[in-house]
């Protein structure tokens, strides 16, 4: 009743009304500051806060024109200021390419910024702090897209710039507190460092992202050295958070299945052999203990496997030059003989090892036999008995060892 009282001019001849009038005005246009409208619309999802929504707020809201919200103009000029800060603080470059407009950040100054936000720029001078580097691009509209690389914190270290909480849960007992993590998928520990005006292609990462990735991997082995920005920071771990595309474009390996015949950027395996398999000592270890008939895995090609795997093609090599006295390649080179076990008609291809020979044909049996004497013979085999099938027996072992050796070197 009180409320009403004042609200209706009944108490001090309206001024109590004119009073909380102002107070509310005052209210309302501390909550819609032209800043905080200017940040409602970069948080927000592509078109779902812009200049019409303020107009909308202005016209229908307030269409007595009270004034409680803020006009366009007052915020434009609130993000030009902003754009000014940004500018000042961290600084950016536009340089018009042979792929469209591009926008560079100053790397340094916006990493640094970033760490700071998070509460490890300090930890970073005395230990190594973890970061992503990232990339993606998006369609505009039909016919045009953009490309952004960024940086994204991801020390667990970290506290969230806004929420003021850890990243990720650090003790077993902070593990039953709801608020004790933040997620760390979240824009606001991510710097965009590239904007590219440009479609998505090869050369883009080639030739306009290279300067990023170069600079990204001096972050990886020798950190950040001093300057005007700040003091010395260690060397980061640093990770690439790509997706599918573009890790073929980075590593220069893979493509679409249908497209490409090497369409995995980590594995040997070409679209002609995508549903092939693996049978006998081929098995990978883990088809091997669980007894499959088949095994479909191809070994992932990394830093620490390549070694290896070189140093068994060059092992198996020199058995193969020791067993047959020829090199694999020229042996290679001139045999008719195949193997492949994923082959459909294996059975009745007469120049296939896994030929059956027919019973009944006399004349299909000795020219299989000479197909099979040849074949031993090109790699210095003595044939052993007098039976195609007694020799083939003999060349299974040089096929089982020019399975390994073309495995290898794929």
């Excluded at 990978?284 to 088949?294: Q, T, Y």
């Excluded at 198996?316 to 390649?329: I, N, P």
Aim: positive net charge; charged residues 25%.
């Amino acid at each position: 009743m009180l409320v009403e009282a004042i609200m209706n001019g009944e108490i001090l001849h309206g001024e109590a009304a004119l009073a909380v009038h102002d107070i509310i005005k005052k209210f309302i246009r501390q909550l819609f500051r032209p800043w905080k409208l200017v940040k409602a619309g970069d948080v927000s999802a592509v078109g779902g806060f812009k200049t019409t929504t303020i107009n909308t707020l202005r016209s229908v809201v307030d269409e007595n024109g009270e004034g409680f919200f803020p006009s366009a103009s007052a915020v434009s000029r609130s993000r030009a200021l902003l754009d000014k800060h940004g500018s000042e603080i961290v600084g950016y470059a536009s340089q018009m390419t042979r792929y469209g407009e591009v926008y560079y950040v100053n790397f340094e100054p916006a990493l640094r910024l970033s760490l700071k936000a998070c509460s490890l720029h300090d930890l970073a001078t005395t230990t190594s702090v973890k970061v992503a580097l990232t990339v993606d691009g998006a369609d505009l509209f039909k016919g045009r897209t953009h490309v952004s690389t960024g940086i994204k914190v991801t020390d667990p270290r970290g506290i969230h710039p806004i929420k003021k909480q850890q990243f990720m849960v650090s003790s077993a007992e902070e593990r039953d507190d709801d608020d004790a993590c933040v997620k760390i998928q979240s824009r606001e520990v991510c710097c965009a460092m590239i904007i590219a005006d440009a479609k998505d292609n090869k050369h883009l990462y080639e030739y306009v992202f290279q300067e990023y990735y170069q600079w990204g991997e001096r972050l990886r082995l020798e950190g950040l050295p001093a300057s005007q920005y700040g003091p010395k920071l260690c060397q980061f771990t640093v990770t690439h958070t790509t997706d599918m595309k573009a890790a073929w474009f980075l590593s220069s390996r893979g493509g679409g299945c249908k497209n490409k015949t090497m369409f995995c950027h980590l594995c040997s395996c070409t679209k002609d052999s995508l549903t092939s398999y693996f049978v006998d000592e081929f098995f990978c270890d883990r088809c091997k203990r669980r007894e499959r008939k088949r095994c479909y895995h191809h070994t992932v090609c990394d830093s620490v496997s390549v070694p290896k795997l070189l140093q068994e093609l060059e092992s198996k090599l020199g058995a193969y030059h020791k067993r047959h006295g020829k090199t694999y390649q020229q042996i290679f080179s001139t045999t008719k003989l195949r193997v492949d076990h994923m082959q459909a008609d294996r059975e009745t291809d007469d120049h296939h090892i896994d030929y059956v020979i027919p019973a009944s044909s006399m004349e299909k049996q000795r020219q299989y036999a000479q197909f099979i004497a040849r074949e031993c013979h090109l790699r210095g085999l003595q044939l052993i008995g007098t039976q195609a099938e007694e020799w083939r027996v003999l060349l299974h072992t040089s096929v089982a060892m020019e399975k390994c050796i073309l495995i290898l070197k794929k």
